[in-house]
């Protein structure tokens, strides 16, 4: 458990760093990195994903906070065994935790990572990309592991 803790930790203090960093190299406008491609923006984001419930810092924080804190139960109770899904649980639980600190103490969400040079797609974060893919990962474990798993023990039995 101690090194679920550390890992969760450590995602959370690497968004954290990147968007301080994201803030202070954007100070002058975007920085590009790839140009047509990608570059580091500075979006401050009210809402939840694609800025859906803009300015609705409260409702927000409090469905996280609950989400989370159930999330949080069931990494730590020890009432989930499969690996990809901890894992998968622990990406959401940290992602989720950045931008919902954020959300707390700034009163809204950072955003930097810049595709829409490339793509029309909304600006997102390092916390994001861990979200997605932790339900990814959980996806993964109901449509491809878990049938295998059961398929194998009716094999067995």
Do not use: H
Not at 4 to 23: R, S
Not at 116 to 140: R, S
């Amino acid at each position: 458990m101690t090194g679920l803790k550390f890992v969760i930790a450590m995602l959370v203090i690497i968004d954290q760093l990147f968007k301080i960093w994201a803030y202070n190299v954007t100070a002058m406008g975007d920085f590009t990195l790839i140009p047509g491609v990608f570059k580091i923006s500075y979006v401050e984001n009210t809402g939840a994903a694609f800025n859906l419930f803009a300015g609705s810092r409260w409702p927000l924080v409090i469905i996280t906070a609950v989400l989370l804190a159930a999330i949080a139960y069931l990494i730590f109770s020890q009432k989930i065994t499969e690996d990809t899904v901890v894992s998968g649980l622990c990406l959401i639980l940290s992602g989720g935790f950045s931008n919902m600190f954020d959300r707390l103490i700034k009163g809204y969400v950072v955003d930097c990572l810049d595709f829409t040079p490339l793509i029309n797609f909304p600006v997102f974060n390092f916390a994001d990309i861990c979200v997605v893919m932790g339900a990814a990962m959980l996806i993964y474990y109901v449509a491809i592991e878990e049938p295998r798993k059961k398929a194998a023990e009716k094999t067995e039995a």
